[in-house]
C-alpha cells in the first residue's frame, strides 16, 4: 500500500483481507487454461519449440461460464511441403494442422515476428 | 521546463443573473446562509463552510473544502432541490438561490480529519520531490468508499506550495479537470477486451514492437526494447506493454473501450464530446487511448476504481441530472453568438454536473448524508446507497488476478494526478523522488 492508504488503516478506518479470497465469486476457478503466450516463464520460450503451441495448456484464472475461443484453427495443409491443401491435393497426404491465428491488425506484422520465432502460423499458400 | 499540469478552465462558479441579484437585495434580511458540515454534522462536527447569496463560499473557507462545497455539495443541494428531494423553494425563488438563502445544515461525507492528513502528505511527498529535483509541484487525492460510494477525502490540489497560492493556482479543482490519466486507463482497455470477446488473462496478443501504423510507431517502454512474441494479456497489463494495449483496444473496437469506461463511471468520454468544449468535432479517439488516457477526471477515476474495487457493483445516489442531446453542442472555439453562449453554458452545467452524455452512469458518488432545516427539522437522510452492478463480477475477479493492488485497496481506491507534463513524465519514471510520489497513491499506476 501507499504511504496514504498505511496512514488512514492506522487509523483504524479500514482493514485489508487476506488475498481476497472472501470475494471470489462463483464463475471463476484456477485450473489448466489453453494459452498460447510465448512470453518469459512459459514452457515453450524456453525450449524455443513451438509446435506443440496450440496444445499448451498453463494454470490460470478463467470464468467458468462462458466459452473461450480457440487462438488457434486447423488448416489442412499438405503434408509435402506444407502448403495449403487445395482442391487438387490427393486425401491421403492431406493433414490437418492446427495454427496460431494471426491478428487482424496488421497480420504481415505478426507473420514475420512468428517466422523469427518459429511460431507456426497458417500458411499463406 | 514548462509546466502545464492544470486544466484549461477553473471549476464550477456559480453565476447569478442580475434578476437574481435584485431579487435577493430586495428581499432583505429573512434568508440565512446555509452551513456546510463534515460527515459528523451539525454540533459535533466541523463547520466546512457555508453558502451564501451572491457568492459561494465564505472567503476565509478552507481552499479543499470551498472546492468540495463549490463544486460538489452546492450543486447536489441545487439538483437535489429541483429534483423535489428538498421542499420546494418559495415562489420567485429559484433552487439555486434556495440553496443558498434557505438556512440549510448539511452533513456532508466529507472525514476532515482524513482530508487534513491527505492534504499534509499531498504536500509533503511533493516537498520530498522538489528538494530532490522532480520538478512535480501538485496533485490531488480523492477517496470514495466503494461499498458506500461516499466521497470521504476530498483534496483538489496541492493546498500546501506557498508559490502557487501565490497564484492562485490552489483555486482550481483538479479533481473535476479532465487530464490524461495515463497507463491507469489500461485495465478498462483490458477489461473491454476480456469482457467483450470472451477472453482470459493467459489469452495473447502479438507483441509486434514497434507497432507501426499510419505513419507512428507504438513502443513498449519495457527496458530493451524487443518482443515476447505472444504476450499473455496477464503480463502486458502488469507490466503496462503498449503495443499489446494497443492491439486489445484495436481488437475489441474503441466504441467498446469507451462503452466500459463509461460503464464503470467515466462520464467524460464519447467520440466527438469535449468535455473542456473547446471543440468537439475535433475530439476522436484511437486505440492508442488503452494505454495513454485522455480526458478523465480524477473523480471519477476514482470512482471507477471503487466500482472495481466493489466487484463491479457501483454504490452510489441517482444522478438526478439532465441527459445532454450531443445533437446540440456547440463548441467553445467555433461558435459564436449566441451559439457561443449555449456552449458556455452547456460546460458549466456539465462542469457542475447537472448534465450528463447519454450511456453515461446512472448513480453518482455521495457527498450529502443529512439536510436539516434552521430549526433542525430533518429534510433529507441518505439511506441505503444504491448499487448498480456494471460488469460481471468474474470479469473484474480476473483483472484483480492481475493487478491485485486495485483489490488492496478495495475500501479506500483513491486517485491523483500530477506531473502531466509529457516530458516530465518520461523524467519521472527514472527519478525515485517522483516514484515515491507515486506511491503516496495506491491505486493508480505511476504517471
Known sequence: ?125 | MGYHCFGRFRGARRELSHDAIRRHQHKGAAQQATVIFDRNGPGRGIELGTLTFPGAGAPGDKVPARLFIENQVEPRLVRMCQAGWLPAPPPGIDCVENVHTAGYRVTSTLDSALTDQATGLLAESIQMGLQAGCACRDGAIVSIDPQSGEVLVYVPNNDGDPAQRNEGVVDIDQLIESNSPGTAFTPVAFLAWMHGLAKAPMSSLWDTNPLELDGRAITNSRAGGGSEGLISARAALAATQEVAAFRAASEVGIDAVLEMAARLGITTLAMNFDPTWRSHPEMEYGASLASAGVNVRPIDMAYLLATIANTGVMAGTATLASELDPGTLQSLSLAQGSDYDLALMQSRQFVRGDIRLPGTRELDPIVVLEVSDRDGNLLFTQGEPERKRTIDAGSVWLLHTVIPRVLDVRLFPVCRLGCLDRQLRQLTRERWPCAQLCDLISGCSPL
Open chain 1, 1 to 125: 500500500m501507499g504511504a496514504f492508504h498505511d496512514a488512514i488503516q492506522a487509523r483504524g478506518k479500514f482493514s485489508v483481507a487476506a488475498d481476497f479470497a472472501d470475494l471470489q465469486p462463483d464463475n471463476v476457478t484456477f485450473g489448466p487454461f489453453p494459452t498460447t503466450s510465448t512470453e518469459v516463464g512459459v514452457a515453450p520460450r524456453d525450449t524455443g519449440d513451438y509446435s506443440a503451441l496450440c496444445q499448451q495448456m498453463i494454470d490460470a484464472w478463467f470464468r467458468t461460464d462462458i466459452q473461450y475461443e480457440d487462438e488457434c484453427e486447423a488448416v489442412e495443409v499438405d503434408s509435402r511441403d506444407g502448403s495449403r491443401a487445395t482442391d487438387t491435393t490427393p486425401a491421403a497426404i492431406r493433414v490437418l494442422k492446427m495454427f496460431r491465428t494471426l491478428p487482424s491488425l496488421l497480420p504481415e506484422a505478426a507473420r514475420a515476428l512468428a517466422e523469427r520465432l518459429g511460431i507456426p502460423v497458417p500458411p499463406l499458400r
